[in-house]
Nanobody
């Protein structure tokens, strides 16, 4: 099972940008689909984006379309989440998760579809 470590979180003003990284170790990242989820305090974990192992299929939550971009560098064993035009409602702990199966979009957007998670990185957006 691949181990995942997120980084890149921090404090940013509304309208600003951050780039999160999900670094993998213990296995070859190119074998895995990677999803990003976020969880704000007191709220359920929600889907943000997913990129398939070969980057052929990319999904976004409606709330981040046009502002966030997920990408991967399999040679570097890292997946990125570029977040632009950040809003206060984007503030949350962000997690990456992996799986090895092709999934329909509805299933891919559900946290329970993933059993391997990183520890998370915190994003704070000031208004």
């Amino acid at each position: 099972q691949v181990q995942l470590v997120e980084s890149g979180g921090g404090l940013v003003q509304a309208g600003g940008s951050l780039r999160l990284s999900c670094a993998a170790s213990g296995d070859v990242l190119s074998s895995y689909n990677i999803a990003w989820f976020r969880q704000a305090q007191g709220k359920e974990r929600e889907f943000v984006a997913r990129i398939s192992s070969a980057s052929r299929v990319i999904l976004y939550a409606d709330s981040v379309k046009g502002r966030f971009t997920v990408s991967r560098d399999n040679a570097e064993n890292t997946v990125y989440l570029q977040m632009n035009s950040l809003k206060p409602e984007d503030a949350a702990d962000y997690y990456c998760a992996s799986d090895r199966f092709g999934r329909a979009a509805a299933q891919a957007m559900v946290a329970t579809s993933y059993d391997n998670w990183g520890q998370g990185t915190q994003v704070t957006v000031s208004s």
